[in-house]
């Protein structure tokens, strides 16, 4: 929605004059494309890098707009969550050495904001979900307090009438309730633009949807959401259901999510794929700044087409259409929207020489290939990429081929002649094409993180392998090496930062409880069989009520009227417990004090885990 100051969409006259407005912007677009104003050539690139902030301990910072404010670049601009910022690099045309030349830029902007970030304790990490989110960053109070986000939330929550049911099933499973659109904030990008020429723009769309799949899975990188596993690029997932408008009631009716891959190849012109977004999607939003195009081209101008660029900026396909004006002229591209951040400069480069080489490298063969095809076996491989990365296998040509096979002898080779065809310095195409035939070779991002991960668990807790593993994403960065030479992480590996040791860091999350009403005798059995010395008593939404200690109960172990006890009749209702944020001296100082083995942990009333001495 760009810098626009948006307003809801609700009263009839200001519905009334949008749509107007909306329809011009139709009537104009199509009429630039009959008499052929939008610009055909030079093709031009661009990107924009989403970044998380972060602290000296790597979790969220929710200081973007101090940040923001300290770097004082037209380059920057906000993003939803308040630990984000967006980088929008120039456009530059597609030739020469312009890979190296966007990359000069993105370090040197890059470069910009660590300065600056460092003045106010922050560090800055590129990857597509950064591993230490907890459900305590997602909340309200971290949005970004910009009127079009706030707005945005309102609409969303409105149209919607109930919580967002997130859930997502991979290695793990996540199922949360979240009463704001913040989930959009755990994903970052980097969101890749291609200028098209709009006689080929339908053609172009149909490949670049085909191609979507294997290009995604040897790009993921974001497996981990508040520490578990879930899809090699879970993004796909969870930025799909984090805005998703729709009822159980719009469900049954086949309505589309606004996040989509699409139902269908395009057949039509470039202008029907608009027209359809404005049929097929409700338009949440407007502003106070809109123009009548008609009358703007009327007068010799060219318009921005701001209403329909507002509705654009609601509809969010993997692949989207956009209209844009560069140096007075009107052009047409495709956003590449799918790819994450991460995991390190260069291998973003390198993630965009491979697609935009695919994009101009199509083969004859290729032509019209919503005729030759299955949509549903493009759409396929795309959630298999989501979910499996470089081991998914595809449908290609009819056959079965997986990740590597089909970007080593396929994708690549086109890569190569596209990139070659438009004018590009060999030197760029070799230097970034072959980071990812290294890759197919060694390990993606996903693949790294996923790895290092199961490594460090297997001697540390899950909070603490979290710290570690971002740490090492932030030290590896800094070198800017491809994520193919990153060693994975043995299970001892720590960090050279300083990073306090709290109790979340070494409590157990894996811990039994009992309710007051349960019978005191399956709890008896449940601590034999299972070594356990205190068990926590929690009512509801684990609100912790009590605790039973194991010495308390072992004199009723063979008497029969245990069958009739419950719970709430031995268990101890004044109960000392800690903080999860707290200190592991503190925890054991407090074990200490009161002759203690074990702490519960709280938040809020509510049980999160367990601190044993052995843990301290």
Known sequence: MGSLNVIILKSKKDKSEYFHMLIEDIKA????????????????????????IVTNEFLPNNNALELLKEINDEHFTTEIGNFNLEINLDPIELKGDCFSQMHRQLSNLLDKAK??????????????????????????ENMTPVQRYLVL?????????????????????????????????????????????????????????????????????SPLLFGKELWSESRIALFTQSVDIRTSTY?????????????????????????????RFKSLVTCETLEDSMDIMNQGEIPKLRALNLHNGTVYRWNRA?????????????????????????????????????MKGRPEKY????????????????????RYGMGAQFKWEGNDISSQKLILEVFLPIAYDGLRKSG???????????????????????????????????????????????????????????????????????????????????MNTDIFSVEEKDSLELVLYIMKWKNIHHMPVIRGDKELVGILS????????????????????????????????????EAKELMKFHHFNSLPVVKEKKLVGIVTMKDV
């Open 367 to 386: 032509d019209r290939i919503h005729e030759k095809m299955v949509f549903k076996d493009a759409k396929s491989n795309f959630y298999h990429a989501a």
């Open 153 to 221: 939330n309102e609409v969303t929550k409105d149209l919607r009438a109930q919580d967002f049911n997130i859930h997502i099933r991979g290695v793990d499973e996540l199922t949360i309730l979240q009463d704001s659109v913040m989930l959009e904030g755990c994903n970052t990008s980097f969101q890749m633009h291609l200028q098209i020429d709009p006689v080929e723009f339908t053609e172009s769309y149909n490949w670049s949807q085909a191609i979507a799949g294997p290009i995604l899975g040897i790009c993921s990188n």
């Open 322 to 358: 956009c209209y844009g004006v560069g140096g007075g002229k009107p052009h047409l591209r495709i956003e590449n929207r799918y790819i994450p951040a991460g995991p390190t400069q260069i291998d973003q480069i390198a993630n965009m020489a491979l697609w935009i080489g695919v």
């Open 550 to 585: 194991w010495k308390d109960l072992v004199p009723y172990f063979d008497r029969k009227e245990i069958k009739s006890i419950a719970v709430e009749m031995l268990m101890k209702k004044d109960v000392i417990t800690i903080s999860q944020d707290k200190s592991v001296d």
């Open 115 to 140: 300065s600056e970030a460092a003045k106010l304790d922050s560090k800055i990490i590129l990857t597509g979900i950064l591993p230490t989110l907890s459900q305590n960053h997602i909340t309200v």
């Open 251 to 279: 469900l049954l009716n086949e309505s589309q999510p606004r996040v989509n891959f699409d139902s269908g190849w395009q057949t039509g012109e470039v202008i029907d794929i608009f027209k359809d977004n404005v049929a």
């Open 29 to 52: 677009l199509e009429e630039m494309l009959q008499q052929g104003l939008i610009e055909k050539s030079p093709i031009r690139i661009g990107a924009e890098q989403e970044f998380f």
């Open 424 to 506: 590009v310095s060999e030197n760029d195409i070799t230097t970034y094409l072959s980071i990812i035939e290294k890759r197919v070779g060694s390990h993606c991002g996903a693949d790294w993180m996923i790895k290092s991960y199961r490594n460090l668990l297997t001697t540390k807790k899950r909070n603490e392998s979290l710290q570690v593993l971002a740490a090492n994403i932030f030290l590896n960065q800094e070198k800017d090496i491809p994520v193919s030479n990153w060693e994975i992480l043995e299970s001892s590996a720590t960090t050279t930062f300083n990073i306090k040791k709290k109790v979340h860091h070494i």
